[in-house]
């Protein structure tokens, strides 16, 4: 909150920056974006981005969104982020679509998915989509989607951080016979993305364990990645706490549509420790967060999510509290490159990776580094960014 408690609104100009128009571009030194502005009477004036909201003399001007649904107040991630800011400008769009490739999603003996999520804008394929839950009895797939897409302002549940932007669900994870491979997957999702003229950046909150730092493990796939540089990759590093990010997200070091995502904390860890907002996750003994060369950025883990839960009675539909791993930290940063693309669907993928890098806070050493990537995601920042590009700034 900015505090001008002493100075009435009446006696001030606004010049709010939106999606079209509106505000003044600056460049603060990593990339000219968009800043919202107050002009006062002596001629002065502030710009500013990431506020919640401006306390007058005479009141309060809100700069953000809050959705109505209950659960939006425990999503500190969202916070962190600055979604909150970024759904000013944008809460997705039909010109963007996102692809999830993962297990599926929890289907209950009626034959529906998690009730918290859009059903309208989810493209399956046959039953493919159906979590068999052959590995476990909770459906990773559902958690992941929920994340990017659950159902936002409707009164119930979590907020999706895209409320809009159609999504495609491929399960490629658990075994099945009719899982699909990822280089058949991803193109399924491209086809289907090129027919309706969107925009397409895939989820992948998956990974070989110990393949640390490993490139050309599926060359089918990778064939995929380097035949659709517009197509937009964000993959989890890896949980295995080591120097060295898991495959398939090493192939950042290779393409520049490749984003690998490591995980971080908030203000505090699983245990309910105190930890610095940003530090990568590591638990001695547990899992921690690969690192290395390729990382891309950080996104926050251990959040709320969408669940089901597979038992002797059925599936049932419920919300993780402390959805984990590099798999959380991923659909955060992919919703957030799909509101980034959705202010601006003229951009290139490799353009919203580069805007999402530039815009990051920095974490660690100055600058780029191998633990912390460019920094925490800025949903915010690179949204107004975005806006800048589009306006002809540079």
Same mark, same amino acid.
């Given at each position: 909150?900015?505090?001008?408690?002493?100075?009435?609104?009446?006696?001030?100009? @606004?010049?709010? /920056?939106?999606?079209?128009?509106?505000?003044?571009?600056?460049?603060?030194?990593?990339?000219?974006? &968009? @800043?919202?502005?107050?002009? =006062?009477?002596?001629?002065?004036?502030?710009?500013?981005?990431?506020?919640?909201?401006?306390? =007058?003399?005479?009141? &309060?001007?809100?700069?953000?969104? +809050?959705?109505?649904?209950? *659960?939006?107040?425990?999503?500190?991630?969202?916070?962190?982020?600055?979604?909150?800011?970024?759904?000013?400008?944008?809460?997705?769009?039909?010109?963007?679509?996102?692809?999830?490739?993962?297990?599926?999603?929890?289907?209950?003996?009626?034959?529906?998915?998690?009730?918290?999520?859009?059903?309208?804008?989810?493209?399956?394929?046959?039953?493919?989509?159906?979590d068999d839950f052959e590995t476990s009895t909770t459906s990773h797939?559902?958690?992941?989607?929920?994340?990017?897409?659950?159902?936002?302002?409707?009164?119930?549940?979590?907020?999706?951080?895209?409320?809009?932007?159609?999504? =495609?669900?491929?399960?490629?994870?658990?075994?099945?016979?009719?899982? =699909?491979?990822?280089?058949?997957?991803?193109?399924?999702?491209?086809?289907?993305?090129?027919?309706?003229?969107?925009?397409?950046?895939?989820?992948?909150?998956?990974?070989?364990?110990?393949?640390?730092?490993?490139?050309?493990?599926?060359?089918? @796939?990778?064939?995929?990645? %380097?035949?659709?540089?517009?197509?937009? @990759?964000?993959?989890?590093?890896?949980?295995?706490?080591?120097?060295?990010?898991?495959?398939?997200?090493?192939?950042?070091?290779?393409?520049?549509?490749?984003? %690998?995502?490591?995980?971080?904390?908030?203000?505090?860890?699983?245990?309910?420790?105190?930890?610095?907002?940003?530090?990568?996750?590591?638990?001695?003994?547990?899992?921690?967060?690969?690192?290395?060369?390729?990382?891309?950025?950080?996104?926050?883990?251990?959040?709320? /999510?969408?669940?089901?839960?597979?038992?002797?009675?059925?599936?049932?539909?419920? !919300?993780?509290?402390?959805?984990? *791993?590099?798999?959380? /930290?991923?659909?955060?940063?992919?919703?957030?490159?799909?509101?980034?693309?959705?202010?601006?669907?003229?951009?290139?993928?490799?353009?919203?990776?580069?805007?999402?890098?530039? +815009?990051?806070?920095?974490?660690?050493?100055?600058? !780029?580094?191998?633990?912390?990537?460019?920094?925490? &995601?800025?949903?915010?920042?690179? &949204?107004?960014? %975005?806006?800048?590009?589009?306006?002809?700034?540079?």
């Amino acid at each position: 909150m900015i505090d001008l408690s002493s100075i009435r609104s009446t006696t001030v100009e @606004f010049n709010l /920056a939106n999606i079209d128009e509106g505000g003044v571009i600056f460049n603060p030194g990593n990339g000219a974006r &968009v @800043f919202d502005a107050i002009n =006062f009477s002596n001629g002065s004036q502030i710009l500013f981005e990431g506020i919640d909201s401006v306390q =007058f003399a005479d009141g &309060v001007l809100s700069l953000s969104v +809050t959705p109505n649904d209950p *659960g939006f107040n425990q999503q500190w991630n969202l916070q962190m982020m600055g979604v909150q800011n970024a759904w000013r400008f944008t809460t997705g769009s039909k010109s963007v679509a996102v692809g999830i490739q993962d297990t599926g999603l929890g289907v209950d003996s009626s034959g529906y998915i998690h009730p918290d999520l859009r059903t309208n804008d989810t493209y399956i394929y046959g039953t493919n989509y159906i979590d068999d839950f052959e590995t476990s009895t909770t459906s990773h797939g559902t958690d992941v989607q929920g994340i990017i897409a659950a159902a936002s302002n409707n009164g119930i549940g979590m907020s999706g951080i895209n409320w809009i932007s159609d999504v =495609f669900n491929v399960d490629v994870l658990g075994g099945d016979s009719q899982d =699909f491979d990822l280089a058949p997957a991803t193109q399924l999702m491209i086809d289907g993305a090129t027919r309706q003229g969107e925009r397409l950046v895939i989820n992948m909150s998956l990974g070989v364990p110990g393949s640390g730092g490993q490139t050309g493990l599926e060359p089918a @796939f990778e064939r995929v990645v %380097a035949n659709n540089p517009d197509v937009l @990759f964000v993959i989890a590093s890896g949980n295995d706490n080591v120097n060295g990010i898991s495959y398939p997200a090493s192939l950042s070091q290779k393409y520049k549509n490749v984003m %690998a995502i490591g995980a971080s904390w908030g203000t505090e860890d699983r245990n309910g420790i105190p930890t610095a907002p940003g530090t990568r996750i590591s638990y001695p003994g547990g899992w921690g967060s690969d690192y290395g060369t390729g990382l891309t950025l950080m996104g926050p883990s251990e959040v709320i /999510a969408t669940s089901a839960i597979a038992s002797a009675y059925g599936v049932t539909f419920d !919300y993780d509290l402390q959805f984990n *791993g590099t798999s959380a /930290a991923a659909p955060n940063v992919t919703g957030v490159a799909s509101l980034v693309w959705s202010a601006n669907p003229d951009l290139t993928a490799i353009q919203v990776q580069t805007i999402l890098s530039e +815009t990051a806070y920095d974490l660690g050493a100055r600058g !780029y580094d191998t633990v912390y990537g460019s920094g925490f &995601v800025n949903a915010d920042a690179a &949204v107004r960014r %975005a806006i800048a590009i589009g306006s002809g700034a540079v």
